[in-house]
């Protein structure tokens, strides 16, 4: 099994914010599903598989509040961020009480909804066990712990193996040199981080295809790293 970058249906039906938004987030590495009116959103909610679902609350035909009820009610437990002009508490207590997981209020700032995705999506993990996975001319089979580029073994260390499946597995999401040691390396404290960029740095040398401008394992400037698809 193949599996995808990390899915998410935004629904918003303001043409330009759903051109900036969809830019923005595939660009982060994620694959966008849109749907601008109740109905559409509706039938995209309950009929496809998403790590995540960003949610306006007011859509032509309905809203976002009676699309996340019904969203529960067939027991759909995708992560559900509200979008929204209204700012009242009434109305994020409403959206929470109906099942919404987060509630951000526009206009918002980019760094703050792809902050909000990933706790999102850090507290939701993949619900499909990663198989094998593709990128580029790469591909990783986990199941066999063995990594190929255009048809050749590539020859990774147990970390480094492990260090990659950590990146796949939560693509798309900043992740810090701290919790890369606490979760790949098994414990809170190092002498010092640069274990981590030094692991980094020799994934990138038999990874990527030039290390001074990477295309899948990019640097967060001031936390750590991210894996993009």
Not at 59 to 82: A, E, K
Request: net charge neutral; hydrophobic share 45%; with cysteine.
């Amino acid at each position: 099994m193949t599996v995808s970058a990390r899915r998410l249906l935004l629904v918003e039906d303001e043409p330009g914010l759903v051109m900036t938004l969809t830019d923005r987030l595939s660009a982060e590495g994620y694959d966008v599903v849109s749907a601008t009116d109740a109905a559409g959103a509706l039938s995209a909610a309950l009929s496809g598989s998403y790590d995540a679902i960003l949610m306006d609350v007011m859509l032509p035909g309905g809203n976002g509040f009676d699309i996340c009820r019904t969203v529960r009610q067939r027991g759909i437990q995708t992560p559900i961020l509200m979008l929204t002009a209204r700012g009242q508490v009434v109305d994020r207590v409403v959206g929470l009480k109906l099942g919404a997981d987060d509630y951000l209020v526009k206009p918002f700032e980019m760094a703050e909804l792809l902050a909000r995705i990933e706790a999102l999506l850090r507290r939701s993990p993949p619900t499909q066990t990663t198989e094998s996975y593709r990128f580029g001319d790469i591909a990783v089979d986990f199941r066999k712990a063995e990594v190929t580029r255009a048809g050749t073994i590539v020859e990774l260390s147990a970390r480094e193996f492990k260090l990659l499946r950590y990146f796949v597995e939560h693509r798309g999401a900043a992740l810090s040199r701290d919790e890369l040691l606490n979760e790949v390396w098994g414990y809170n404290a190092m002498p010092s981080t640069r274990t981590v960029d030094v692991h980094v740095a020799w994934l990138r040398q038999k990874l990527e295809d030039n290390v001074r401008h990477p295309q899948h394992i990019l640097t967060v400037h001031g936390l750590g790293y991210k894996f993009a698809s």
